[in-house]
């Protein structure tokens, strides 16, 4: 499958931006999705996905209350809606797609290319 994700940008803080990533060549319903973000110097870490078994989602704490991880199965389409943002939600946000159930770990086999998500205090 491939993945293209877009939504980034530049954005104030306490502002709202929502990402989608695309799936291309097989349904997303067959894979558990996530999406990931990497700020300057720091590893990339785990914000939020669901398990391709549908219903539940994820997140890292940071975000909780705050992004919301969705997809739209008639679309092919995830999406991350992200509020209230602050300047360290600043990063580069890479979808991803894997075949296994696990979501927060496991090795996923499918990456977008990333989106820049700038927050400004």
């Known amino acids: 499958v491939q993945l293209q994700a877009s939504g980034g940008g530049l954005v104030q803080a306490g502002g709202s931006l929502k990402l989608s990533c695309a799936a291309s060549?097989?349904?997303?319903?067959?894979?558990?999705v996530a999406w990931f973000r990497q700020a300057p110097g720091k590893e990339r870490e785990f914000v939020a996905g669901?398990?391709?078994?549908?219903?539940?989602?994820y997140y890292t704490d940071s975000v909780k209350a705050r992004f919301t991880v969705s997809r739209d199965y008639a679309r092919n389409t995830m999406y991350l809606q992200m509020n209230s943002l602050n300047a360290r939600d600043t990063a580069v946000y890479y979808c991803?797609?894997?075949?296994?159930?696990?979501?927060?770990?496991?090795?996923?086999?499918?990456w977008g290319q990333g989106t820049q998500v700038t927050v400004s205090s």
């Open positions: 669901m398990p391709k078994t549908g219903g539940d989602t």
């Open positions: 060549g097989r349904t997303f319903r067959t894979y558990t």
């Open positions: 991803a797609a894997r075949g296994g159930i696990t979501v927060r770990t496991g090795n996923y086999d499918f």
